[in-house]
């Protein structure tokens, strides 16, 4: 197997999509990465699929080829479709497959879109509602490693649940209009 270091940049994403891509066509789901042994760790995280979809994003605006579009709207679909409500992924890994969603939104269909802010706004309404997941009396959300509400016990409220808490809603306060700035 080529190593992707050896690979040029415009060789990288068939590279990605052969070994990582766990349907091998380039539609997801993806999985988290190449060890430096060469061996695959095959968890399929959230983020990984959002990274994908930002990539294709970008190689569209780059290029303006619409097949990195229909690849990129294929894996969100992917996506959307496995995790169902997100609730058992990580807070951060979650925020930044829905900012690579939103950064779709602008070239998907409008079933897509509604799809895409429906779960997006699903998920924040349940951290915010679940008094597991956020305390009420100091707004402090409490997640474990594997994205499931801890209700504050056993330990701390961590920085990174709380920056991606607030960049999920800060996101959902953007007009749709703003969504094509993201990058």
Known sequence: MASPASLGAT?????VNAYLDSSRRGTGLYW???RRDGSIDTNVWSYNQGVMIG???LRYLVTTNSAYLTQAASIANTALSYYGNFEGQPPSFNVMLFQNLLMLYPHA???LQSTMLQTIQSYADWAWNTTSARNPKTSLFYFNDAGQPTGGTGQPAQL???GAMTQLYALLAWSSGDYAKLT
């Open 160 to 162: 990174r649940d709380q």
């Open 109 to 111: 269909s409008a079933t």
């Open 11 to 15: 060789n990288m994403m068939n590279w």
């Open 55 to 57: 990539a294709n994003v």
């Open 32 to 34: 988290n990465v190449v």
